[in-house]
């Protein structure tokens, strides 16, 4: 039981991608929805999904390959029953919630996520600006636990799709929030807004997949406020509409500054697994120093979800 054929669900679903995104643009342009359209940044979010999907045809098959080389290694072969399915999807779930989480707090796997929240728009072409690069993280190998359980590789490349669908259509303004049940359980446009924005308290939250019971379970929940509306990108805006510098600027930035002269062994090491923004000299801004500095100016907000606590001032 080596093969088996599943619809390639992301590649069914892209008619109804194009249509959602067509509706949602007629929707913003004559003014019936909120939400922000810019041609050059559409464009690009295009170009990096059609890059996307052009990498996992040539690449996709050395990840997925491995995955299958593991399978003879399996502990238990847990065959094709409905609940099968259903048991992969969720924990598939989750070690999409460990990835995407790691994407945030590790350079080297940042580098490749970043181009997702470079735009400083947020619609539904958005959900399309996807990574050329995501092999190089070997990030792949997450699966592998639920292949040595008895997930067939096919099976969670199968199930993953429809996580990949449930994120589209989340990329919006257009919806606001939903039913009180809906939102405590599953990851809604809402949500996703917080993850997208660059305030002090969005930052570093809510990298559920489809089910956002996993940010509740493990303290990542940031709910969005009226009062502190998104704003999008990342902290520094590349400011290019370029799908190749979307691509590769962060790979290049971490490189250049991990083979920056004069730095030891472990410091080049640091510019690799430390998180976004750590620096050997403490000269740049990660998100715990973004947050920590929001709350000197904000002292009121110290303490409330996704900020830490008072802060003292810093010592003259």
Do not use: C
């Amino acid at each position: 039981m080596n093969e088996y054929d599943f619809p390639q669900v992301t590649q069914l679903a892209i008619p109804f991608f194009v249509a959602a995104i067509l509706i949602e643009l007629w929707l913003v342009r004559t003014g019936r929805a909120k939400g922000s359209f810019e041609t050059r940044d559409t464009l690009a979010s295009l170009m990096m999904g059609t890059g996307n999907v052009v990498a996992g045809l040539l690449l996709g098959v050395v990840s997925y390959w491995a995955l299958l080389w593991l399978w003879q290694f399996r502990f238990f072969n847990l065959g094709l029953s409905i609940w099968v399915f259903v048991a992969a999807f969720l924990l598939d779930d989750l070690r999409y919630y460990v990835y995407h989480r790691i994407a945030h707090r590790v350079r080297w796997v940042w580098a490749e996520h970043v181009n997702h929240h470079s735009s400083q728009h947020y619609n539904l072409s958005t959900a399309l600006r996807q990574s050329w690069t995501g092999l190089f993280t070997f990030t792949f190998i997450l699966q592998a636990p639920l292949v040595l359980l008895g997930f067939h590789p096919a099976v969670i490349a199968f199930v993953f799709g429809f996580n990949l669908v449930w994120q589209f259509w989340i990329h919006t303004e257009t919806i606001g929030r939903m039913w009180g049940w809906f939102e405590f359980i599953f990851n809604t446009p809402s949500h996703h807004r917080v993850h997208h924005a660059t305030n002090p308290r969005y930052l570093d939250a809510n990298y559920a997949g489809t089910l956002i019971i996993w940010d509740r379970m493990f303290g990542t929940f940031v709910e969005e406020l009226e009062e502190d509306r998104p704003r999008y990108g990342i902290v520094k805006n590349i400011g290019t509409f370029n799908p190749l510098k979307v691509a590769f600027h962060e790979w290049i930035g971490m490189f250049k500054d991990a083979f920056s002269p004069g730095l030891t062994l472990s410091e080049r090491f640091n510019y690799l697994i430390q998180p976004p923004g750590w620096s050997h000299d403490g000269s740049r801004d990660t998100s715990e120093t973004l947050k920590a500095a929001y709350v000197r100016r904000n002292p009121g907000e110290a303490g409330k979800a996704g900020l830490p606590g008072a802060i003292a001032e810093p010592a003259e």
